[in-house]
């Protein structure tokens, strides 16, 4: 099996977290992290800060598939408007520097997401960043992933799921189900991935 880099950006004007995944016969993550925001800062600043270290993220690992949640609104129509600002940002990132970038790219409900990796379409962040530690073989207890934003964690889950969904929407003969995922992927040392 060809290896596949996968990309999960978990959208935010404030926060936004990244993962990098190469799916082949074995799964692993390569990169996380999460780049942060000041507040202090006008939005327009922000969002060009987020489309240059996204657009860098993008040209470092030229991934195959990548996956963005979908908008959501919220009761609060002024925060869903910024974070629809931030999903076009990395929207535009991805346009802007990979070929064939709508075969490419998924969009994912947080539901679909919820569900794909944690079995509920509801689950607690919590849930999620538990069923997340099970399936790639994360150490949840240690130092460094207990202090770890829940922005990376939803990025690992935006990046697991973009993989099912593009192999399954493109008719792909690979048959990779979140169990062999689980099987396959290789522990990693959360000290030598990404930056937080």
């Known amino acids: 099996m060809t290896p596949k880099k996968v990309l999960g950006l978990d959208p935010g004007s404030l926060k936004t977290g990244y993962c990098v995944l190469e799916i082949s016969t074995h799964a692993k ?26 657009s860098a993220l993008v040209c470092k690992w030229n991934p195959q598939i990548v996956g963005i949640e979908k908008a959501v609104v919220f009761k609060n129509i002024p925060s869903s408007l910024v974070l629809s600002e931030a999903r076009g940002v990395l929207r535009l990132a991805v346009h802007s520097h990979l070929d ?4 490419r790219l998924v969009e994912l409900s947080p539901t679909l997401i919820k569900k794909s990796n944690s079995g509920y379409g509801a689950a607690s962040k919590d849930d999620l960043r538990r069923s997340l530690g099970i399936r ?4 949840l207890a240690s130092e460094t992933l207990a202090s770890m934003p829940s922005d990376i964690f939803d990025a690992l889950a935006i990046a697991t799921s973009a993989a099912l969904v593009h192999n399954r929407t493109h008719g792909l003969k690979t048959r990779t189900s979140l169990r062999t995922l689980s099987k396959r992927s290789k522990r990693m040392d959360p000290e030598s991935q990404g930056s937080v």
């Open 29 to 54: 993550i390569l990169e996380w992290g999460v780049w942060k925001f000041s507040p202090k800062e006008a939005l327009g600043e922000r969002l060009e800060q987020l489309y240059e270290l996204s």
């Open 100 to 103: 064939k970038a709508a075969d």
């Open 136 to 139: 790639w073989g994360l150490n």
